[in-house]
């Protein structure tokens, strides 16, 4: 979406696509029909009188989701992104998190720091997408959660709320 492939303007486009990647399918085919069915059912039922002016970002969106199924999604090996984690996640599993984490203390006390600055610099910050209105410091910035859960981000992991069901 943020190379805008999958257009931002399009509405739900982002829930209705991770939607249909995550649903349960019995084979590829199957699948790369079902994208385009159920991109083409959602707008015609939700955006009947927009749906031609959305048509060639909807066609745009539905090769790019067939491409994101088919690079991440096996079902014939009844396997997907989900089930092979690579460990570099925060949102898919718990990732680097496994081991710095404040819940892991050895005999002496110790932990390993979950703090973000530890692997993160932040110099540029949203929420607006125009660079020129970004919070910016080559310092590093305090990360800022985009949506306010009230800094429980702090103590709970990313994991929490943000589950492979939800596929993120
Ligand atoms: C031990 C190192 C480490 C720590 C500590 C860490 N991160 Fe990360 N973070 C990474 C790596 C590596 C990636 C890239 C992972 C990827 O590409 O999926 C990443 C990716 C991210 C992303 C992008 C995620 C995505 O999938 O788009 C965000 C946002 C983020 N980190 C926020 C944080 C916040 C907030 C904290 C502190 C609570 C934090 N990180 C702590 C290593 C770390
Ligand atoms: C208390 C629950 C909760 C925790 C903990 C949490 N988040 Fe979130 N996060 C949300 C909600 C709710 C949203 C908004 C809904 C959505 O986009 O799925 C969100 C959205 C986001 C988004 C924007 C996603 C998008 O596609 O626009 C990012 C990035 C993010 N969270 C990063 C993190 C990171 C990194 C952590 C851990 C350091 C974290 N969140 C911990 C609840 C949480």
Sequence with gaps: MSRGTISAEL????????????AEYETTE????AIPAGIEAFYAAEYPEDIEAFRADLDRATEALIG???ANFFPEMKTDYRVRLNNISHFTNEGCFRSHNTDLVADNGASITASCDTCHSI????PSDEVAELETDLNGLEFVHPVDIGGVWRRIKCTQCHTPTQGY
């Design 11 to 22: 509405p739900y486009i982002r829930k209705v696509g991770l939607e249909l990647l995550n």
């Design 30 to 33: 199957e699948a790369n029909a």
């Design 123 to 126: 110099v540029a910050q949203g």
């Design 68 to 70: 994101i199924y088919n």
